[in-house]
């Protein structure tokens, strides 16, 4: 069982930058591939970044590369997404999700979100 719980997030300008943390319980954070989701109001849940065990392979959604960065530190079972220039678009609900195997269609574990606001 691992239990992932953000943090980082909320009220930011458009231009601005925050961090948002996850932290995992367990021993085993190091055996799961890390994501991070985000939904916002009327839309689906999509996949921003990922980044493998070690943290020497990443993922980016074309609508944040070259804004965004996922790291991730296994001595402290934690994964980090950097969000700089930030966009009214990037309002949603930020979610942390790790997954074993398998894709990201169906993660093992789910955090339970951060809300994160960008003004205009």
């Known amino acids: 069982q691992v239990q992932l719980v953000e943090s980082g997030g909320g009220l930011v300008q458009a231009g601005g930058s925050l961090r948002l943390s996850c932290a995992a319980s367990?021993?085993?954070?190091?055996?799961?591939?890390m994501g991070w989701f985000r939904q916002a109001p009327g839309k689906e849940r999509e996949l921003i970044a990922a980044?493998?065990?070690?943290?020497?392979?990443?993922y980016y959604a074309d609508s944040v590369k070259g804004r965004f960065t996922i790291s991730r530190d296994n001595t402290k079972n934690t994964v980090y997404l950097q969000m700089d220039s930030l966009k009214p678009e990037d309002t949603a609900v930020y979610l942390c999700?790790?997954?074993?195997?398998?894709?990201?269609?169906?993660?093992?574990?789910w955090g339970q979100g951060t809300q994160v606001t960008v003004s205009s």
């Open positions: 367990g021993r085993t954070f190091s055996s799961y591939r």
């Open positions: 999700a790790a997954a074993r195997t398998g894709s990201w269609s169906r993660p093992d574990y």
């Open positions: 980044i493998n065990l070690s943290g020497s392979s990443t």
